[in-house]
């Protein structure tokens, strides 16, 4: 069972679930229902349904949860077919009012990711007591943990909730690995699976003391780990997992990606990519490039080219860099590896030969 709301799509097939039971079981409630969806059925496109009007919106919001409690009162018959019935409107009204969130304020988005973080729970906890049944979530780890690791944007997480509701009886397994190759999106939703690879975890990071254990794959129990294990596992280090995401933005909040270092030498061609912090909001397309990641007059979560020529050369471009905030990491003479205090880092390589 899915316990997330529906996206990118929530289809016309969904919604016949509920009406066609209603048709069957509650036939005067019927037209009710129809209307109540209608405008909503069916939502084929749940990115693009966020650009329609607001008040729009918080009205199908507020219809689709008058049709849940239409139909959540007809208890006459019961049974499992009706508690899956009421649990499929249950769903369709999540959707709706996640979907009506204003995206363009920061306080709305914040309430919405809690209660997005809330129905997950809420619905695991539906399906567990529905069914009695031990059963295994998965979930990224900043979902299912017990505390959240950002606090600003996600007040409480699902994991937060269910260890709330269920105590000991929930149990957190977070993942890991030292390197390797994994398919992801480099815009949520609207990009294609893409490979992404990362390299080796540096020296004292969690994943670079772990990977030294002689297998390939495994499982810790740090619920009975040793005193010296305790110790080791209480200390915070910096986290490895950046996904490295060829300049296609998520600036952290409050944070507009400007005074991003200069272009390389005239006559020359560069690339660059761009590593941000592991969940780091993608806000409201900001201009973006090489230089205040702008090169290509692009957006904030769409791609940007990888080559740009440009004036300049490595020793302005670091200048700006330091000037902007930014460290050089390391310059190897082909490449700048530039990291700021917001957790983002930047790769800027030159190629002399103009390819």
């Known amino acids: 069972m899915g316990d997330d709301v529906g996206a990118p799509l929530v289809g016309d097939a969904f919604f016949e679930r509920v009406t066609g039971y209603v048709g069957r079981h509650y036939p005067k409630l019927l037209s009710r229902i129809n209307a109540l969806y209608s405008g909503l059925r069916p939502l084929n496109d749940a990115i693009g349904y966020t ?30 077919e009706f508690e899956w019935t009421v649990q499929h409107a249950r769903s369709i009204a999540q959707t709706a009012q996640f979907l009506a969130t204003d995206f363009t304020n920061q306080k709305s988005v914040d309430a919405a990711e ?3 973080d ?18 295994l979530l998965s979930a990224h780890d900043q979902h299912v943990t017990y505390v959240t690791a950002q606090p600003v944007m996600y007040a409480k997480v ?38 992404f690879s990362v390299g080796a975890a540096a020296p004292g990071t969690n994943e670079y003391t772990l990977d030294r254990v002689g297998h390939p794959a495994y499982y810790l129990d740090t619920r009975t780990a040793p005193a010296a294990a305790r110790a080791w596992l209480d200390t915070v280090r910096p986290p490895p997992d950046r996904h490295r995401i060829p300049l296609r933005a998520r600036r952290p909040r409050g944070r507009r990606l400007l005074g991003h270092p200069g272009p390389p030498a005239p006559g020359t061609r560069g690339r660059a990519a761009l590593t941000r912090p592991a969940g780091a909001a993608c806000l409201p397309r900001p201009p973006m490039g090489l230089n205040d990641l702008r090169a290509g007059g692009t957006t904030g979560c769409g791609p940007v080219s990888t080559t740009s020529r440009c004036g300049g050369r490595r020793e302005p471009v670091a200048k700006a860099a330091l000037a902007a905030g930014w460290s050089v990491r390391t310059d190897t003479g082909r490449a700048l590896h530039l990291t700021d205090s917001q957790g983002f880092e930047l790769e800027v390589v030159y190629r ?4």
Not at 58 to 74: C, G, S, T, Y
Not at 118 to 135: I, K, P
Not at 352 to 355: E, H, I, P, S
């Open 51 to 80: 650009h329609g009007p607001l008040a729009q919106r918080q009205r199908l919001a507020a219809n689709a949860q008058q049709a849940l409690e239409l139909l959540a009162a007809q208890r006459g018959s019961g049974g499992e």
């Open 118 to 135: 809330q129905l997950m729970a809420d619905n695991v906890l539906w399906w567990q007591q529905h069914t009695g049944h031990r059963m």
């Open 114 to 116: 809690l209660f997005r």
């Open 158 to 195: 699902q994991g937060t909730f269910l260890h709330e509701a269920l105590g000991k009886k929930y149990l957190a397994i977070g993942t890991t690995f030292d390197q390797g190759s994994f398919l992801s999106e480099a815009e949520s939703l609207a990009s294609p699976w893409t490979k």
């Open 352 to 355: 002399a030969d103009g390819g």
